[in-house]
């Protein structure tokens, strides 16, 4: 079942000389409990494609749907309530708010979502419970990308979006993220879409989508995804 | 270094609003200053000039020959005039001096030269009358061009030649606007004007009503027809031509003055430049207040702008560029920033200063208002701000650069600490509802805000109560000063003189401007001004109450009766002994009671007792209150009538001043709350960029982010206002006992449970409001940009 479907998406930035094409004519479909990694170099338009798909930037043309909702004719207050319903996010820089515990920053997303997670069950399976008490600049980056990882759990999104969420990681933070982000996605059910120019990370998706200068130039149905451990990190 | 330039200044341009901003607060500052300096040295200048070039007197006296001449030689003159003996010596020797009854010019001419040459001073005559007419005080004098001292100044036209013709001081006389060339009628004769002049001794507004007089300039031969009593005083100056403080000091204490004003207590000779004074220190402190203000909001943006720069300074740091060359670029820009926003400040002042001059130019009388700018106030300006800015920035770079190196290099790894009141609030908060807890989490997040909120607060809050409390004061000061006053008139004699008994008044003996002394808590003599008001203490006229409102006239004659105000200015209390000096005696007397009504600058004292310790009649009066205009049979010579329901009305039109002064400080205050707040907002929405964007992200709406991390320092606005009442009171109550000890009035403050929560209310709402126009000024911010991750390389192999 497509949870979401992208058709003939385009968007462009500046005017004249300077005008790029981040997105052109892009169509696909992403299945629920699907997990997708969107590969490309820099300037590929897979963050403007992930930004589109989650109702933070609006299309120039096209169409996308969500669970057969077309996104693009909602109004601004409705994109906000689709993605405080709908959507997690996972940020390469982490961005936890540097003054709140790791406790009070997974109550973010706790607010959102009456019946939310049990704040205590996800600080466990993610190995973060005895951190709860201290602040984000008492964490190693792996923790605080977990910590990361709970507050967009939390509120039970149906689909989680991660910008480059190991791109500040080393190999083994890195590793144990994404082994989280495999088990919590099984346990879960979610679908995810992790944008990244890392091949190896990309192995581990059942979907891969390729992009450059801003069009899809492949996609590949991975019918053996790799685990965390099994990845080339180099 | 010319890249180290380059690279600053592409950082000011990024942060262009923030450089503007500051830019637009040092030329506001600047502006202020000069606005006022163009027009008050210029004016301060020309003072000077012409108080030099004309010979102002330095001081006006009389000499008090009542102290000069012993008690036997007093007893023969009396006995040698051809004044009734009963009159002469029930009035006693100083009254009758004062009446211009009794002449003594040879006494007066030996007390001169010993005076004068005492204390090295010449000095001149001066002979007036004075005739009051439709509300207007015209004072003729008639000594045209003869002056040592106080030289008149032809300012237009021609000095009189001819009994048909004057010239005058001022060219607004009542609501009438003279010219030269137009006629005067006074007391049903019609003159010519045919010059304006300027007294040296009158720098005051040129307009003249019932207590500012209008000077008339006649002939000799015109001024000898007006049918009045002459008066005199003297003009003294120094013979060095300096003004001595010290020796001015020392002769106000010599009793051997009967009256003596020195030129800088002499409010017609100094009207114009104390206003011109109070100009000028009202420019000093907007100075220094809206330099610290600046220099304020300025580190709290340098020290943003360093610390996202802190890896590029890192990195050049590392490469060998010394610290010193960094420190100084930066610096070189501020001083240019500084420069340019002076200089934009002093242009536009020396544009709009004109209008100032103007508005003096209108009010005022001196030859000229010249628009100048001293040396030492463009130093002062240029200097203030650009040393207080850069002293600043020097002491923040200075500690910024001299961090570790590899620090700097790593700062964006680093994370944000948290201060000790986060983990206190965090800790202590436990058990709120969640919202409540984050937004108090992020009040905490900035000492520094929560510092600026507070001094806000405190600014505001003494503004507000202080408007508050002047608008009350105001209107209960009216109520206070006829509460108990049954008279419709209150007349006053320039002369003493003999009561014959009558019921339709009660005559009072008022001697204005004496001094008060005490020894003080600390053993240290104190001293106030007050005005010895004797009367007999018959409630059917006046009726004192003390603050419950209790009639105190009965105490008259355990001793006097002081104006509660008196209590709170200095301390004085119940039984207190003071001492009161008329003339060369000096009365001990007990205070008996404080009165809550009244005239605050009175001291009512049992007349029958002031006139035995005086040794005069006690029939003696200069005044009455009564309830006919014409009660007395002996009602002639000069006098002022004041209906009780007059000078309220007079009291009600100084309180609209009042209360037009407090509502300007009301306007202050919200001005500085609403600046203040906007930065604050304006800081807050800067450092939350990226957390705004985050919780954007991940679903929160716009009312709820703003809620969460904009709108967080209710309760530190409050806390703050707590805290700093106390301070705010402290405050107003030190400015109100000043402004009470200098004016000789009582501006008490006053405040309640309302006041306080009136000005809670005042306070929160200019936050809210300009928390919700921020909200709506700073409504889409870039989401995406604040939290990009960054660029990965451009191959891709797969």
Same mark, same amino acid.
């Given at each position: 079942?497509?949870?979401?479907?992208?058709?003939?998406?385009?968007?462009?930035? =500046?005017?004249?000389?300077?005008?790029?094409?981040?997105?052109?004519?892009?169509?696909?479909?992403?299945?629920?409990?699907?997990?997708?990694?969107?590969?490309?170099?820099?300037?590929?338009?897979?963050?403007?494609?992930?930004?589109?798909?989650?109702?933070?930037?609006?299309?120039?043309?096209?169409?996308?749907?969500?669970?057969?909702?077309?996104?693009?004719?909602?109004?601004?207050?409705?994109?906000?309530?689709?993605?405080?319903?709908?959507? =997690?996010?996972?940020?390469?820089?982490?961005?936890?708010?540097?003054?709140?515990?790791?406790?009070?920053?997974?109550?973010?997303?706790?607010?959102?979502?009456?019946?939310?997670?049990?704040?205590?069950?996800?600080?466990?399976?993610?190995?973060?419970?005895?951190?709860?008490?201290?602040?984000?600049?008492?964490?190693? =980056?792996?923790?605080?990308?977990?910590?990361?990882?709970?507050?967009?759990?939390?509120?039970?999104?149906?689909?989680?979006?991660?910008?480059?969420?190991?791109?500040?990681?080393?190999?083994?933070?890195?590793?144990?993220?994404?082994?989280?982000?495999?088990?919590?996605?099984?346990?879960?059910?979610?679908?995810?879409?992790?944008?990244?120019?890392?091949?190896?990370?990309?192995?581990?998706?059942?979907?891969?989508?390729?992009?450059?200068?801003?069009?899809?130039?492949?996609?590949?149905?991975?019918?053996?995804?790799?685990?965390?451990?099994?990845?080339?990190?180099? | 270094?010319?890249?180290?330039?380059?690279?600053?200044?592409?950082?000011?341009?990024?942060?262009?609003?923030?450089?503007?901003?500051?830019?637009?607060?040092?030329?506001?500052?600047?502006?202020?200053?000069?606005?006022?300096?163009?027009?008050?040295?210029?004016?301060?200048?020309?003072?000077?000039?012409?108080?030099?070039?004309?010979?102002?007197?330095?001081?006006?006296?009389?000499?008090?020959?009542?102290?000069?001449?012993?008690?036997?030689?007093?007893?023969?003159?009396?006995?040698?005039?051809?004044?009734?003996?009963?009159?002469?010596?029930?009035?006693?020797?100083?009254?009758?001096?004062?009446?211009?009854?009794?002449?003594?010019?040879?006494?007066?001419?030996?007390?001169?030269?010993?005076?004068?040459?005492?204390?090295?001073?010449?000095?001149?005559?001066?002979?007036?009358?004075?005739?009051?007419?439709?509300?207007?005080?015209?004072?003729?004098?008639?000594?045209?061009?003869?002056?040592?001292?106080?030289?008149?100044?032809?300012?237009? !036209?021609?000095?009189?030649?001819?009994?048909?013709?004057?010239?005058?001081?001022?060219?607004?006389?009542?609501?009438?606007?003279?010219?030269?060339?137009?006629?005067?009628?006074?007391? !049903?004769?019609?003159?010519?004007?045919?010059?304006?002049?300027?007294?040296?001794?009158?720098?005051?507004?040129?307009?003249?009503?019932?207590?500012?007089?209008?000077?008339?300039?006649?002939?000799?031969?015109?001024?000898?027809?007006?049918?009045?009593?002459?008066?005199?005083?003297?003009?003294?100056?120094?013979?060095?031509?300096?003004?001595?403080?010290?020796?001015?000091?020392?002769?106000?204490?010599?009793?051997?003055?009967?009256?003596?004003?020195?030129?800088?207590?002499?409010?017609?000779?100094?009207?114009?430049?104390?206003?011109?004074?109070?100009?000028?220190?009202?420019?000093?402190?907007?100075?220094?207040?809206?330099?610290?203000?600046?220099?304020?909001?300025?580190?709290?943006?340098?020290?943003?702008?360093?610390?996202?720069?802190?890896?590029?300074?890192?990195?050049?740091?590392?490469?060998?560029?010394?610290?010193?060359?960094?420190?100084?670029?930066?610096?070189?820009?501020?001083?240019?920033?500084?420069?340019?926003?002076?200089?934009?400040?002093?242009?536009?002042?020396?544009?709009?200063?004109?209008?100032?001059?103007?508005?003096?130019?209108?009010?005022?009388?001196?030859?000229?208002?010249?628009?100048?700018?001293?040396?030492?106030?463009?130093?002062?300006?240029?200097?203030?701000?650009?040393?207080?800015?850069?002293?600043?920035?020097?002491?923040?770079?200075?500690?910024?650069?001299?961090?570790?190196?590899?620090?700097?290099?790593?700062?964006?790894?680093?994370?944000?600490?948290?201060?000790?009141?986060?983990?206190?609030?965090?800790?202590?908060?436990?058990?709120?509802?969640?919202?409540?807890?984050?937004?108090?989490?992020?009040?905490?997040?900035?000492?520094?805000?929560?510092?600026?909120? !507070?001094?806000?607060?405190?600014?505001?809050?003494?503004?507000?109560?202080?408007?508050?409390?002047?608008?009350?004061?105001?209107?209960?000061?009216?109520?206070?000063?006829?509460?108990?006053?049954?008279?419709?008139?209150?007349?006053?004699?320039?002369?003493?003189?003999?009561?014959?008994?009558?019921?339709?008044?009660?005559?009072?003996?008022?001697?204005?401007?004496?001094?008060?002394?005490?020894?003080?808590?600390?053993?240290?003599?104190?001293?106030?001004?007050?005005?010895?008001?004797?009367?007999?203490?018959?409630?059917?006229?006046?009726?004192?109450?003390?603050?419950?409102?209790?009639?105190?006239?009965?105490?008259?004659?355990?001793?006097?009766?002081?104006?509660?105000?008196?209590?709170?200015?200095?301390?004085?209390?119940?039984?207190?002994?003071?001492?009161?000096?008329?003339?060369?005696?000096?009365?001990?007397?007990?205070?008996?009671?404080?009165?809550?009504?009244?005239?605050?600058?009175?001291?009512?004292?049992?007349?029958?007792?002031?006139?035995?310790?005086?040794?005069?009649?006690?029939?003696?009066?200069?005044?009455?209150?009564?309830?006919?205009?014409?009660?007395?049979?002996?009602?002639?010579?000069?006098?002022?009538?004041?209906?009780?329901?007059?000078?309220?009305?007079?009291?009600?039109?100084?309180?609209?001043?009042?209360?037009?002064?407090?509502?300007?400080?009301?306007?202050?205050?919200?001005?500085?709350?609403?600046?203040?707040?906007?930065?604050?907002?304006?800081?807050?929405?800067?450092?939350?960029?990226?957390?705004?964007?985050?919780?954007?992200?991940?679903?929160?709406?716009?009312?709820?982010?703003?809620?969460?991390?904009?709108?967080?320092?209710?309760?530190?606005?409050?806390?703050?206002?707590?805290?700093?009442?106390?301070?705010?009171?402290?405050?107003?109550?030190?400015?109100?006992?000043?402004?009470?000890?200098?004016?000789?009035?009582?501006?008490?403050?006053?405040?309640?449970?309302?006041?306080?929560?009136?000005?809670?209310?005042?306070?929160?709402?200019?936050?809210?409001?300009?928390?919700?126009?921020?909200?709506?000024?700073?409504?889409?911010?870039?989401?995406?940009?604040?939290?990009?991750?960054?660029?990965?390389?451009?191959?891709?192999?797969?």
């Amino acid at each position: 079942m497509d949870l979401i479907t992208v058709n003939d998406v385009s968007k462009t930035y =500046g005017e004249k000389e300077s005008q790029v094409h981040a997105l052109n004519r892009i169509t696909l479909q992403i299945k629920k409990n699907d997990f997708v990694a969107l590969l490309g170099p820099s300037g590929s338009g897979k963050s403007t494609l992930l930004n589109v798909i989650s109702g933070l930037e609006r299309a120039d043309a096209g169409e996308i749907y969500f669970a057969k909702e077309n996104i693009t004719r909602y109004k601004d207050k409705q994109l906000v309530q689709f993605r405080r319903q709908y959507t =997690g996010y996972i940020f390469q820089q982490y961005h936890l708010i540097p003054n709140l515990t790791v406790q009070e920053n997974i109550e973010i997303g706790k607010y959102l979502n009456a019946d939310s997670l049990d704040l205590d069950e996800i600080t466990k399976e993610l190995n973060i419970q005895h951190l709860k008490k201290r602040f984000p600049y008492e964490l190693s =980056g792996g923790q605080q990308q977990r910590v990361a990882i709970a507050r967009a759990l939390i509120k039970k999104p149906e689909i989680l979006f991660c910008d480059e969420a190991t791109g500040a990681l080393d190999e083994e933070n890195g590793k144990q993220v994404l082994s989280y982000l495999q088990h919590l996605q099984r346990k879960y059910g979610l679908t995810i879409v992790f944008v990244t120019h890392h091949v190896g990370i990309a192995k581990m998706a059942r979907h891969i989508i390729k992009l450059n200068s801003g069009r899809l130039v492949d996609q590949i149905m991975n019918d053996q995804p790799l685990t965390a451990e099994e990845i080339s990190w180099g | 270094m010319r890249n180290v330039l380059k690279f600053v200044r592409r950082d000011m341009v990024k942060n262009q609003l923030q450089v503007w901003l500051v830019l637009l607060l040092i030329a506001a500052t600047s502006f202020i200053f000069f606005f006022i300096k163009y027009a008050s040295d210029g004016i301060n200048t020309e003072y000077e000039r012409f108080a030099e070039t004309q010979q102002q007197e330095h001081f006006a006296f009389r000499p008090n020959l009542a102290v000069f001449i012993n008690g036997d030689t007093q007893q023969q003159i009396i006995s040698g005039s051809s004044i009734p003996s009963r009159e002469l010596e029930q009035l006693g020797f100083e009254n009758l001096l004062q009446t211009y009854n009794l002449k003594l010019p040879d006494e007066e001419h030996q007390a001169l030269s010993r005076l004068s040459g005492e204390y090295q001073f010449h000095y001149d005559e001066v002979k007036y009358k004075e005739i009051k007419e439709q509300g207007v005080l015209y004072r003729w004098i008639g000594d045209t061009g003869k002056r040592t001292v106080n030289q008149i100044y032809l300012a237009e !036209g021609r000095l009189p030649a001819s009994s048909g013709e004057i010239a005058i001081t001022s060219n607004a006389v009542g609501m009438q606007t003279l010219q030269v060339g137009d006629e005067l009628t006074i007391r !049903g004769h019609s003159y010519e004007i045919v010059g304006r002049f300027i007294l040296p001794d009158q720098i005051r507004q040129n307009t003249a009503d019932g207590e500012r007089p209008l000077y008339v300039l006649a002939n000799p031969e015109q001024y000898a027809l007006i049918d009045d009593i002459e008066a005199h005083y003297y003009s003294g100056r120094f013979q060095n031509g300096t003004y001595s403080g010290d020796v001015v000091r020392k002769m106000t204490e010599d009793a051997r003055f009967a009256f003596f004003l020195p030129v800088q207590d002499n409010p017609e000779a100094t009207e114009l430049i104390k206003g011109i004074a109070s100009n000028a220190g009202m420019s000093m402190i907007f100075l220094i207040t809206l330099t610290l203000l600046c220099t304020g909001v300025f580190l709290i943006f340098l020290n943003r702008r360093l610390r996202l720069q802190q890896k590029a300074w890192g990195c050049l740091i590392a490469m060998g560029y010394p610290r010193a060359l960094l420190i100084n670029v930066y610096v070189i820009n501020n001083v240019l920033l500084c420069v340019i926003g002076v200089i934009l400040g002093l242009a536009a002042a020396y544009f709009s200063a004109d209008l100032l001059i103007q508005q003096f130019q209108s009010q005022y009388v001196l030859p000229a208002f010249p628009k100048e700018l001293g040396v030492n106030s463009l130093l002062m300006g240029v200097l203030v701000i650009v040393i207080c800015f850069n002293a600043a920035a020097y002491w923040m770079l200075h500690r910024f650069m001299n961090n570790d190196t590899v620090t700097m290099l790593l700062a964006r790894q680093k994370n944000e600490h948290v201060n000790f009141l986060t983990r206190w609030v965090s800790r202590l908060t436990v058990g709120l509802p969640f919202i409540q807890r984050v937004k108090l989490q992020m009040s905490a997040r900035s000492i520094k805000m929560i510092v600026l909120l !507070g001094i806000t607060v405190c600014l505001s809050s003494i503004l507000f109560i202080l408007g508050i409390s002047l608008n009350q004061s105001s209107s209960n000061a009216v109520e206070h000063r006829f509460k108990g006053v049954h008279y419709k008139y209150d007349i006053q004699y320039s002369e003493a003189r003999l009561a014959q008994h009558n019921e339709d008044r009660n005559d009072y003996y008022l001697q204005k401007d004496k001094r008060l002394s005490w020894d003080g808590s600390s053993g240290i003599r104190e001293g106030a001004k007050v005005n010895v008001l004797a009367f007999d203490g018959d409630s059917k006229w006046l009726t004192l109450v003390d603050e419950n409102g209790k009639e105190i006239n009965s105490k008259l004659k355990e001793g006097a009766i002081v104006h509660s105000s008196k209590a709170q200015l200095f301390g004085l209390q119940a039984g207190t002994s003071v001492q009161v000096l008329i003339g060369d005696k000096e009365v001990k007397i007990p205070i008996a009671a404080f009165c809550s009504n009244g005239d605050p600058a009175a001291f009512y004292i049992d007349k029958a007792q002031l006139t035995n310790a005086l040794g005069i009649s006690p029939d003696i009066y200069n005044g009455t209150f009564t309830n006919s205009p014409d009660p007395d049979p002996q009602q002639s010579g000069r006098y002022t009538m004041s209906s009780a329901e007059s000078m309220r009305k007079e009291m009600t039109e100084q309180a609209s001043s009042s209360q037009l002064s407090a509502v300007l400080n009301q306007i202050l205050g919200c001005v500085i709350a609403v600046i203040m707040i906007w930065l604050i907002t304006l800081i807050t929405v800067e450092e939350n960029k990226k957390n705004m964007a985050v919780l954007h992200m991940i679903g929160y709406t716009q009312r709820e982010i703003g809620s969460m991390l904009l709108n967080v320092y209710t309760v530190i606005v409050v806390i703050s206002y707590i805290v700093f009442t106390p301070l705010a009171l402290f405050f107003v109550n030190y400015i109100l006992k000043m402004v009470s000890v200098s004016t000789n009035d009582f501006i008490p403050l006053i405040y309640n449970v309302f006041t306080f929560v009136l000005v809670l209310a005042i306070i929160l709402i200019i936050y809210y409001a300009v928390l919700f126009i921020a909200r709506r000024f700073y409504s889409q911010p870039s989401y995406a940009v604040p939290i990009a991750a960054p660029k990965p390389p451009k191959r891709v192999d797969m």
